[in-house]
């Protein structure tokens, strides 16, 4: 019952939750492997787990957890073991969504934060607010100005594009 | 832009994306969970049992000297560790020596400490841990119980010798090592912790394929920070005391909400927290510089 349980909560928020620690990491392999982690650790406390009210907000913050402590130190032995090797291609995307990524690669990390949380897990502020453990004010000042910050990189890529077509 | 617009330059990268991730078999993900579990609970039992075996060496090492001599070679500081109501798994592979109180007495509390940024007020952090030593004990009385370990503590991992003594649920910590508030080679106060389970109480006979026990909840003496903050105190109450000065934050170690309370870049009081409500309670605090996890 419980394993049943757990393959569908797998199955139902994998591929979500891939694509908003993409959009946080920059990295599609780093991403997955920090999901898989991620569901490999609630799958050995599912029964505490299960019982939570938002489960997926246990995974996903262990999955951010996961990304930016574990794969920063594999990270860094596998740079130095092939620092003479060209880097890995890009996820196959289109240029829009290429252009987001890595628009968000260049803000700090609690704008990418919480940008991903309001807009690609679609919660609410207070939820944000929640998940981030800040009050509601401070999600709220600190989304207005992720999305002017986003908006603007945003903007001078497109401006970059556009001088180097010209 | 509009937040429209993010919106659906959002919804367009999970549709492109989405088709890209390849969702490993949730039989894999079990496999891969059951696996570092198992991997867990080895270096549990491997670290339980060299501390069983020393242990054994610890207590004739104790029984011999009644008092606390500097030994051993220098740490290096790693401040910032969050105490925890998880037990703090000890992963050492170096010696370790850990004793339980032998005063069967309770202790006689003659006064209290102040937890402050610098110390505990009649001790400040770089005290030597003799000249600590007898003026905390002036005022609080004889102490439940001490340890000594090398290596990875039940308060984190320390590259050096840390020893500990306990006073309900105050644990006082003195390292030999640098740190900034003292020199190699001087056995000196640098740091305290109030805690929720007696982080020493580590079983010496345990073997099994299960994880050790919980180590038991610490209860009696609790003193309180200036701003009347101690254990227990509600995040209601921290954010009264300190203002915009805590910061709450959810993670590593141990999954759970800490605070920090700082004054500029200096983080001067840290600890554990039941939750990041209003109502959440504190559930160990600590100064000091200490060992990380």
């Known amino acids: 019952m419980a394993d049943h349980d757990f393959d569908e909560f797998y199955a139902g928020n994998y591929g979500r939750f891939v694509v908003q620690l993409y959009a946080v990491t920059g990295s599609l392999p780093d991403a997955e492997d920090a999901v898989q982690e991620a569901f490999a650790r609630a799958s050995v406390h599912w029964g505490r787990i299960r019982a939570y009210e938002m489960p997926e907000a246990w995974v996903r913050r262990v999955a951010l957890n996961v990304a930016f402590t574990g794969l920063r130190r594999a990270r860094r032995v596998k740079e130095v073991l092939t620092r003479a090797q060209p880097p890995p291609p890009a996820a196959p995307l289109p240029v829009a969504s290429l252009e987001l990524v890595e628009a968000l690669g260049r803000l700090p990390l609690h704008f990418r934060q919480v940008l991903v949380l309001y807009y690609l897990a679609d919660l609410p502020v207070e939820r944000v607010a929640g998940e981030l453990g800040i009050a509601v004010g401070t999600a709220k000042s600190r989304l207005a100005r992720a999305r002017e910050a986003l908006a603007r990189q945003l903007v001078d890529g497109e401006e970059e594009v556009g001088s180097a077509q010209r | 832009m509009r937040s429209d617009d993010l919106r659906q330059r959002f919804e367009a990268l999970e549709t492109d994306v989405l088709p890209l991730t390849g969702s490993p078999a949730a039989e894999a993900i079990r496999r891969r969970g059951r696996r570092r579990q198992r991997t867990i609970r080895a270096a549990v039992l491997l670290s339980a049992m060299l501390l069983g075996a020393a242990a054994v060496r610890g207590v004739a090492m104790w029984s011999a000297q009644p008092e606390l001599v500097p030994v051993g070679p220098p740490p290096t500081t790693r401040p910032a560790v969050v105490p925890s109501t998880t037990t703090a798994p000890v992963t050492s592979t170096t010696a370790l020596v850990t004793t339980s109180p032998t005063t ?57 010798p840390v020893r500990a003594v306990r006073w309900g649920r105050l644990y006082v910590l003195f390292t030999s090592g640098p740190t900034r508030y003292g020199p190699d080679g001087r056995w000196h106060l640098f740091a305290w912790q109030v805690d929720a389970v007696q982080r020493t109480k580590v079983d010496p006979q345990y073997a099994g394929p299960a994880p050790p026990t919980e180590p038991p909840p610490l209860r009696g003496y609790s003193p309180k920070t200036a701003a009347g903050v101690g254990f227990g105190s509600t995040v209601a109450e921290l954010r009264a005391a300190y203002g915009g000065r805590v910061r709450i934050t959810f993670g590593e170690p141990g999954m759970i909400h800490q605070f920090t309370v700082r004054r500029g870049a200096t983080i001067e009081l840290f600890g554990s927290l039941t939750g990041g409500t209003q109502g959440s309670t504190v559930t160990g605090l600590a100064a000091g510089a200490v060992c990380g996890e």
């Open chain 2, 104 to 160: 069967s007495a309770p202790p006689r509390l003659t006064g209290t400490v102040v937890l402050r940024a610098d110390g505990l007020g009649v001790a400040a952090f770089g005290a030597t841990e003799g000249d600590a030593l007898r003026a905390l004990r002036r005022r609080l009385g004889p102490t439940e119980e001490r340890g000594s370990w090398s290596g990875a503590t039940p308060f984190g991992t320390c590259p050096g």
